[in-house]
């Protein structure tokens, strides 16, 4: 079954290598979607893939890459149905 889901991190999550440590994880785990610095200072994650493998994944948002400090994540599901215009994984 296929998991869309949409987050956002706060934290010390911008200059510290949190969005290549999320698509390190999302390729790996072969889950789509992107990862974006807002301009607040938090980090737009969106998920889709397989739910496993998305739980996987929100799993290493949550731990962030040495130097980050993941202070809170509000996880959003969204509807899957919209999953098929999401390819790839990118980060900007």
């Not at 200059?15 to 979607?33: D, E, I, P, T, Y």
């Amino acid at each position: 079954m296929i998991q869309l889901v949409s987050g956002r991190v706060q934290g010390q999550v911008q200059g510290v290598g949190f969005r290549a440590h999320v698509k390190q994880a999302a390729v790996r785990l072969g889950v789509s979607g992107y990862a974006l610095n807002l301009p607040d200072g938090q980090v737009e994650v969106l998920l889709c893939g397989p739910r496993e493998s998305v739980e996987q994944v929100q799993q290493s948002v949550s731990q962030g890459p040495h130097g980050a400090r993941v202070d809170n994540i509000g996880w959003q599901t969204l509807d899957p149905s919209t999953a098929g215009q999401v390819e790839g994984f990118r980060i900007g």
